[in-house]
């Protein structure tokens, strides 16, 4: 696996934490690093970039939430913030966050790694809702080189 992806499923167990334990992403993400792997400072070391990745995922999201639960929002047809699960929500979240704040990553690969972190973590029908709402959000962004 990817530092990134390893990174973006990081981060959404954090944001998805924060949503849990009304507890901010960051404090969560830290609580799992201290416990990820066996706790050894090899295993946290071998996975630096991927926590960096996840860090500022998480800082990024925190950061910008209004934004970006408003972009959500206005191309969720039929579907409220509220009404959202929250695992779908927070892959949302992240993907957006990259897309709008993160010049240097194509949309097409936000967009992918997504549904593929929703394949993983979300419902049998998460990557299609993510999918949906992803591309209409990304219709209103020029194309990254």
């Known amino acids: ?3 990134r992806r390893e990174g973006r499923e990081l981060a959404l167990q954090a944001l998805y934490s924060s949503d849990v334990e009304v507890m901010d ?3 969560v993400l830290k609580r799992i690093m201290e416990n990820f792997g066996d706790g050894s400072e ?3 070391d071998a ?3 991927s926590f960096s ?3 500022e995922l998480v800082n990024g999201v925190v950061a910008n939430r209004a934004a970006i639960d408003q972009r959500i929002e206005e191309k969720s047809k039929n579907w409220s913030i509220s009404r959202m699960a929250r695992v779908d929500l927070n892959i949302l979240r992240l993907a957006v966050f990259e897309l709008f704040y993160r010049p240097d990553i194509p949309k097409n690969v936000t967009i992918n790694e997504a549904i ?3 394949k993983k973590f979300g419902a049998d029908d ?3 809702f993510i999918n949906g709402i992803l591309d209409e959000i ?3 962004l020029p194309d990254k080189e």
Request: aromatic residues 4%; without cysteine; hydrophobic residues 45%.
């Open 1 to 3: 696996m990817s530092s």
């Open 25 to 27: 992403g960051t404090t």
């Open 42 to 44: 090899p295993a946290v």
């Open 47 to 49: 996975h630096s970039r």
């Open 53 to 55: 990745f996840a860090a």
């Open 116 to 118: 593929e972190v929703a």
């Open 126 to 128: 998460s990557p299609a």
């Open 138 to 140: 990304a219709s209103l």
